[in-house]
């Protein structure tokens, strides 16, 4: 049994956000912060107070975070950027409510008392002597506290209360992990029991202190259960202000999935179930767990539905099966192939994310060089005369200002400069398209031929898929290349308007050019000559696309992609193994980085020839490095052991937080399955005879805070788990199963007779016959037998958890 949890965060937009910049306007971003650890950053939105980011993000994380929080930044290009204000959500509250959270939610100040962080570790006694009771306070160390002072540390000490005593611990200079290990005794003095207060602080000689967190236990805990272990630090009890919009708002879309996974065996009948849907014969069966969850289905829920059961199938390798069943549950409904696939339904949805799944290195291979090439120049691009900006233009012409016509004729030209490579390289990409869409595009491209023969809609078939791979798949893709990791940042204005009108042609050419020289966009009449010659050659893709022979290959899988596939790549700044008197800054060197699920391999550029490598099964942690420790910002550890055993550590430093975080996570899903990860390392460095972060003088003293290698950002690049995708599924359908027993079971528990049968046939599907309806009945049977058993495996799981904690902590 294992336990998994993620949260779906989706950061939409801002509005009403204050200016911060003396032109009137402010650059915000977003920082998602989970238990005060940075996942990820949006893109700035340049001279906005109502930002649009609509920025997704999947993490994956341990089961014991506490909170997710917001934090709206303005950028500025001098100077440290101004924080704008904050949104905290706990754990709890994001719970609350299965389906999350959508809504405007205000933003609050940001309180630095309010802002602790970290862990303290005590061991508390309840002693008797000769003047009476006494507590004893053994205050052993701390890790991971907030950084108070400009260095990025903090001189932390630590203070007692018990009643009306306090005591200090000696102050611990530059170091966010303490070690005191110093005992602290207090009497108890006449009156009330009274609490035991921790509070830690950073010394400042210079102004007053800086509160790093606290915390507290009541007279009951010290009497029966004297505290003994770590403890996170919370801040002073109060009231969170309540800015009243005057900070502006966030829209936030959050949902925490947490499960319990049962052991593999326990999922297999519900697995057969829907196996036997996709291999049996076709045909309308309304009580089917793929019908039914369908049904109960709609927008979000249904786009992750569509995610989990493509990766189920594609575990158990019936991907293309599942996707031509459902393709043929939609052609078979369908009157009017001009509204086929057309509705986000559970085949459209399924196709979508299969794309995604499967194609990304595909797309990546076919539009990344034009995409950087169009990020690169940044040229102005403009078609609709009502935007044109003439001012904006002066380069394009050195005799004089440009008029429209000739904006217009240097904007038709740069399109096609761009659009030509693009209809190139996908029309010449069929040898390079994965064999599993290919597949699945021949199925689909099948079933809409047999469905709509006729002449008059010879198109259908290759509208079918055209409509997939390129206004669902190719069109995105250059319209956001953010969200398709084919950049890191989002596309400044005038870069983005250039990507819409790419997107637009390349929208009209998977239309095969149906609906050009119609609705409001006359003004792009100039480019139809250059999309109808486009129109043609695609056809002839299209046609290539689906020759192809053979089954769906390699049977079940474990992963999306092969491991000697490369996951990620691209420059880093790789420390020297052991720099003598270099600074910092200059023991870093760029070198070029592969990693797959085999190796982290290096070189100095990607044409070299000579080429170093980690093991990625060596790997024991990946892990963030404090910037106190180079004085440099976004640097990781990768520790593996050599080929004599010994623990190594390769320092890396990324460009900014987003890279940081893209490679901590592809870093730590490949070397998932090792074992011996090590539970500590330290996120400093062994500088100067000392480590950086705890102070310790032992190279191999133990590591002073946690890995956290369960906190991963997810990706197409995941690991398949079936188990878990299996289990999304049997919560879907527990939503449904009042409403299918209502419907296939009620009336056939009260009446059994042939009589009954015939006249609820009658009334519960007209036309459909008592055999059809008798054999719902049944699969509906079944399935509704599968789940009970799944709830009584989860039933006694639960049981089985309660026996254990009631039998004590066996450590904090």
Not at 157 to 178: D, M, Y
Not at 214 to 226: D, G, K, S
Not at 274 to 287: K, S
Not at 670 to 690: E, I, Y
Request: with cysteine.
């Amino acid at each position: 049994m294992a336990k998994s949890s993620s949260l779906n965060v989706r950061v939409v937009e801002g509005r009403a956000l204050p200016a911060k910049d003396v032109s009137g306007s402010s650059d915000p971003y977003c920082l998602v912060k989970v238990d005060d650890e940075v996942v990820a950053r949006t893109a700035t939105v340049w001279r906005s107070l109502s930002p649009f980011w609509g920025e997704e993000y999947t993490i994956h994380l341990p089961l014991d975070f506490h909170h997710l929080a917001f934090y709206v930044l303005d950028e500025d290009t001098v100077g440290h950027d101004d924080v704008i204000g904050k949104i905290s959500l706990s754990r709890d509250a994001i719970a609350a409510d299965p389906r999350g959270i959508d809504s405007w939610i205000n933003l609050s100040r940001v309180d630095p008392d309010a802002e602790v962080q970290g862990e303290v570790c005590l061991d508390v006694q309840m002693l008797e002597n000769a003047r009476g009771r006494c507590l004893r306070c053994h205050v052993l160390q701390a890790r991971d506290l907030a950084p108070r002072d400009i260095t990025g540390t903090s001189d932390p000490f630590a203070r007692v209360f018990w009643g009306s005593q306090s005591l200090e611990t000696s102050t611990i200079k530059k170091t966010r992990f303490p070690h005191w290990d110093e005992v602290l005794e207090l009497q108890e003095m006449p009156g009330a029991p009274a609490p035991l207060r921790v509070e830690l602080w950073d010394w400042d000689m210079v102004g007053k202190n800086d509160f790093l967190g606290m915390v507290e236990f009541p007279p009951p805990v010290l009497q029966q259960n004297p505290p003994r272990g770590w403890f996170r630090l919370l801040p002073f009890p109060r009231a969170e202000e309540d800015s009243g919009g005057q900070l502006g708002a966030l829209r936030l879309k959050v949902r925490l999935i947490e499960d319990r996974i049962l052991p593999s065996h326990n999922y297999r009948p519900l697995t057969e179930l829907l196996t036997e849907a996709v291999r049996g014969p076709a045909e309308e069966d309304a009580a089917s767990p793929l019908a039914v969850l369908e049904e109960l289905t709609s927008g979000d829920c249904r786009q992750d539905l569509a995610t989990n059961l493509v990766k189920l199938f594609l575990g158990q390798g019936l991907a293309g099966p599942f996707l031509d069943y459902l393709t043929w549950r939609e052609v078979t409904r369908t009157t009017d192939p001009n509204t086929l696939f057309r509705s986000n339904s559970l085949a459209s949805k399924s196709m979508e994310q299969f794309m995604k799944l499967v194609g990304m290195p595909y797309l990546h291979e076919v539009l990344k060089p034009v995409i950087n090439r169009v990020f690169e120049e940044k040229r102005y691009i403009e078609l609709d005369p009502c935007k044109i900006d003439l001012g904006r233009t002066r380069r394009i012409s050195f005799k004089g200002a440009p008029s429209e016509e000739h904006v217009r004729e240097a904007s038709l030209g740069l399109l096609t400069g761009y659009l030509g490579p693009i209809v190139d390289a996908i029309v010449g990409s069929v040898g390079r398209c994965p064999p599993a869409m290919r597949l699945a595009f021949k199925q689909l491209h099948q079933r809409v031929r047999e469905r709509f023969p006729q002449a008059e809609h010879e198109d259908a078939k290759y509208l079918a898929i055209s409509g997939f791979l390129f206004l669902r798949f190719f069109a995105p893709a250059i319209l956001t290349p953010k969200l398709f990791d084919l950049r890191d940042q989002h596309a400044d204005p005038q870069t983005s308007r250039s990507l819409l009108l790419l997107a637009k042609a390349v929208q009209s050419i998977g239309n095969l050019g149906q609906q050009l020289g119609q609705g409001k966009e006359l003004w792009m009449a100039p480019l139809h000559p250059f999309l109808l010659q486009s129109i043609s050659r695609v056809r002839d893709f299209l046609d290539r696309l689906v020759d192809v022979d053979g089954e769906e290959a390699g049977g079940p899988a474990r992963a999306l992609v092969a491991p000697s596939v490369i996951v990620r790549e691209g420059y880093l700044l790789k420390r020297k193994e052991e720099p003598a008197s270099l600074a910092p800054r200059f023991a870093f060197k760029k070198r070029y980085f592969w990693l797959s699920g085999e190796t982290l391999s290096y070189s100095r550029s990607p044409e070299w020839q000579m080429r170093f490598s980690i093991p990625v099964s060596h790997i024991r942690a990946v892990e963030r490095v404090d910037e106190s420790a180079f004085q440099l910002p976004h640097v990781m550890q990768v520790m593996a052991q050599d080929g004599a055993g010994a623990l190594r550590t390769t320092y890396l430093q990324c460009k900014n937080v987003n890279e940081l975080n893209q490679w901590l996570s592809a870093l730590r899903k490949a070397s998932a399955p090792n074992p011996d990860k090590l539970a500590a390392c330290h996120p400093g460095a062994f500088r100067s005879s000392r480590w950086t972060c705890c102070l310790q003088a032992e190279r191999s003293a133990a590591g002073c805070s946690r890995t956290h290698s369960a906190v991963t950002l997810g990706d197409w690049s995941d690991p398949l788990d079936p188990d878990a995708e299996i289990q999304m599924v049997y919560r879907q359908l527990l939503l449904g199963r009042d409403q299918l027993r209502m419907k296939f079971q009620e009336d056939f528990n009260i009446d059994t007779s042939p009589e009954a049968d015939t006249v609820r046939a009658s009334g519960a599907k007209e036309g459909a016959c008592p055999e059809a309806l008798a054999r719902q009945r049944e699969a509906a049977g079944r399935l509704l037998e599968v789940l009970a058993d799944l709830d009584r495996a989860h039933e006694e799981l639960q049981q089985r958890e309660q026996q254990t904690a009631a039998l004590g902590p066996l450590g904090h």
